[in-house]
């Protein structure tokens, strides 16, 4: 069965440091890849998806993420951390076989630190 | 604005007693889906819809039940059979077939005291 595996329950970064928060994901045939932000009491909101055309994806809020087939990831990146990045952030795939129902990773906590 | 609006955001129920959250949306999407969660495990599936007067249990659809009357609305029945039904519940479309994103409600907030 389709999993995805996010690393790191809770990643803190200094604000202006890099964030990293990665995915990976277990789906053997090309899927769709989704990143959704989500703040506290609220609902999730698409940063941005990979749906087989360009490999590097840009986002919303200056992020972005990278799919590589070969590693199975499409971890989640942004140059530079504003303490307004604070939320959590959900890895999601979806394919064919599952008629397109996404499957969702744990979550990853981010923490800014001032 | 198109979107989804679920109602309400926050709901105190007693034990013993059902529960009818509201989900409306006007994006003209053929898919609806309900999600819970709890704190430290993602989202999951309670029962998803793709067409009008269908709808089918995801994977903890024990204790729920859904309606689909019409496009619009997919409302969810939290029953006294749900052991422990305080949660943060999600409710959530998108248009069908492949690559489609699904846009979200704000949430509502089930406590049972």
């Known amino acids: 069965a389709q999993s995805v595996t996010q690393l790191g329950s809770h990643v803190s970064v200094s604000e202006g440091a890099l964030v990293l928060l990665r995915c990976n994901y277990s789906s053997s045939v090309p899927p769709y890849l989704f990143w959704y932000v989500q703040y506290p009491n609220q609902g999730l909101q698409l940063l941005l998806k990979?749906?087989?055309?360009a490999t590097l994806v840009k986002g919303i809020n200056g992020f972005e993420a990278e799919f590589k087939k070969s590693e199975t990831s499409f971890h989640l990146t942004k140059p530079s951390a504003h303490m307004s990045d604070a939320a959590e952030y959900f890895c999601?795939?979806?394919?064919?076989?599952?008629?397109?129902?996404?499957?969702w990773g744990a979550g990853t906590k981010l923490i800014i630190k001032p | 604005d198109g979107g989804i609006t679920q109602s309400p955001k926050y709901l105190f129920r007693k034990e013993g007693q059902n529960v009818t959250l509201s989900c409306e949306q006007n994006?003209?999407?053929?898919?609806m889906y309900w999600y819970r969660q709890d704190p430290g495990q993602g989202l999951r599936l309670i029962y998803y819809?793709?067409?009008?007067?269908?709808?089918q249990k995801g994977d903890i659809a024990e204790g729920y039940s859904v309606s689909r009357e019409k496009k619009e609305s997919f409302p969810l029945t939290v029953t006294s059979a749900q052991k422990n039904p305080t949660a943060f519940y999600l409710c959530a479309s998108r248009r069908q077939g492949a690559g489609g994103e699904l846009f979200f409600g704000e949430g509502s907030r089930l406590t049972v005291l």
């Open positions: 999601a795939v979806s394919e064919l076989g599952s008629n397109y129902q996404l499957i």
């Open positions: 990979y749906t087989s055309a």
């Open positions: 819809s793709q067409i009008v007067n269908d709808f």
């Open positions: 994006l003209n999407h053929d898919a």
